[in-house]
């Protein structure tokens, strides 16, 4: 399963162009465990290049609103993307987020009719709705293209790398410390296989609140 | 009679007494019972009644909890409150909190970094900066969503409650603190109908922070606190000032280092109140059951003591002889069968009392009473020595000549009773009525030292009593009444004589009718009375005038008979004489001295008194000295006939 969030099919240009690049193109094949070896899904995974990453236009995410619930619960993009949170329930909702990365409001509203909302800041946007105390989500916002979230096998990929130094991180919503880094040097065709480890809260950080 | 008077109390007022002071035995045992059993009840109810104030205490300062934490829940998940937290502008977060507080009427708010340092504070300016001082109710809160418990700030208890500010995930802390204070207690109170203390210990010392008390019982309870929590974790009496209080003293939940104490007391009095008027109310039940028992005791006391005290009385009657009196039983018990045996026994007592009186009529009074009380009349009889006594009226024909038949059978019955009486009186029996004589006893049934005696009293007092008849009924043209009583005393046979069926007691025996010889023989020497020899040596006092010698037929020996003239000392010396000259005379006509004698006899004819006897004597000396006596002659008079 592709990581990139982008859920339509992509034009064909696009894809001669993709293809074009594999060729040349190096990828990592990640997994995430927790500190006892198990796998995790939902991780978000990201690799930041040493040197510039070449500026591209942003493509539209979007986090649904589902069943009073945040779907995906996860969802990563790069900053300077712009994310919708179209609603897909019979009741209106009020998403917000009080986090430092993007503290931001949509009014009550209903289907589609909201304005998306642009992530510019990298980092961590904690998604509430301000009607329904158990609608939780996530945004991570990494300031590069490279990215990739586990599945619920705990592995995912990052491909069409450009060959070069990486630093490999890792981020996951119920970490008690920051993830793990790595530096990682990428030949240009090469498939590298990485295993990274975070650790989780014993808890779940809203337990007892409902 | 005499007993009721040595014992005063009456039977009636023992029987009262007695059921009064049974009741009030049984009262005063039930009402110690009852008083014990109010006394236990009214502790037990009310340490109970402090242990339901103690737990609503502890249930409302629980739901309290609950509510102060759900309100502040609330209040935090307001998106403008959380919009303020989030700006981290101190100011704003200040003036937020407040406001929010007010909405809830909570004494203060404060707001704590997810690091555990406060941000604002609306209580304690100064603890800005600082870490949270209750940090283990943050980490309850961080595990549990919230946590609450009662933390002194100040000199002040507060109830605090922390809850994380969620967005969704907690972005930080919100503290909110509840006084307690002294209206809260008040608050309590009212629900837990007691006082409500709460009481603060630290090192030893009791601090009262915040009571429904005054001024005087907080201090009294601050001086005892410590002994009270000390020992009445389960309910305990306690004095404070004087006054009793069940007290109990709960710790309350989750203090921190600080234990505190909730009090609840009641004053015992006042917890009392209620078993006071039941105290009340049964001193007036036990009044009034005394007064019913005492009323009814009286009653019943009266119903059984009234027939004895009538039987009392009916008793004194019988013994003064109302054989009339009759008590009745109307009753059914036995005191009714006891009256109608009393009524039966006056009949039987009546009906004896009223033979006794029909005997004492038909014979003497002494007879009946030896008949009646010897039980079985026997015929036969005993010998013993009796003066047997004889009266008629000579003239009694000749007074009743002009008399109609009633008139005469009424003086005769005058005659009869003034005899009868005075035979009586001088404790003689009247034997039988003969005509207008009675026959009288003195010595039988009953014999006596001085029968003798009493019979020539009596025949004197006769002989008297019918002297003084005489003018009375010469007023009546009736002619002066002469007695004749003639006393002898002799060995009689003395006892019951008849047929079973119709009996008299009488006597018989020479002498008898020696007396009744006698008696004829007032006629001849005009004498009212002659007495034989042998009365004449049991009697003292008199003075004798010798008549005759006589000899009853049949008899060898001739009997000296006598008249008793007067008293000793109440004869005049001129009668004196006379009698002496009559005894010289009587002596010379004894030894055949016929001149001598009939010179005596002469001599003394005029003499009142003496003229029959001396005109007898003349005679028999004429008589002798015409037929001069043979050799047995003893000057005795023979009584050929009555």
Redesign the interface.
Known sequence: MKSHSNRRAPPLFVAAMLASFAARAASVEITVTDSHGARIADAVVWAMPKAAAPQRPRREASVEQRDQRFSPLVTVVQTGTKVRFPNRDPVRHQV???SAAK?F?IKLYAGTSAPPILFDRPGEV?L???IH????GYIYVVDTPWFAKTAADGATRIADLPGGDYELKVWHYAQSMPGEARAIRLRADETLAAALNVSLKAQP?????? | MTGRQIRPTRLQDRLVGFFVVLLMTVQLVSFLFIRYAIDHTAQNTMREELRVGSRVLKRILDQNNQELALATSVLTYDFGFRESIATRDRATILSTLGNHAARVKASGMAVIGLDGVVVADTLQDGATGKPYPFPNLVERAGQLGRASGVRVIGAKPYQIVVVPVLAPLPIAWVSMSFVIDDATARDLQRVATSDVSFVQVSGGEARILATTLGTLRRAQLAAAAGEVIATARDGATTRLGGDDYEVLATPLEDTGQVPIYAIVQRSTADGLTAYFLLEVILLIIAGLSLAVTLAGAIRIAGRITRPVTQLGAAAQEIERGNYAVRVGGESSDEIGELGRVFDRMAAGLAERDNMRDVLGKVASNEVVARLLEGGDIELGGEERDVTVMFTDIRNFTAIVERLTPDQSLQLLNEFLTVVSELIDAHGGVVDKYLGDGVMALFGAPVTREDDAQRALNCALEIRRRVEALGPVLAQRDLPHPQIGIGINTSRVIAGNIGSPSRLNYTVLGDGVNLASRLEGLTKRYHVGIVVGHATREKVRGIVWRELDKVRVRGKTVPERIFEPLAREGELAPEQAAHLARWHEALEMFRHRRWELAAAGFRELAPVPGYERITFLYLGYVRDLEANAPGEGWDAAFTLYEK
């Open positions: 917000y987020s009080f503290p409001e904690v509430g709705c301000n105390d158990d609608m939780l950080s809203r337990a007892g609140t409902r």
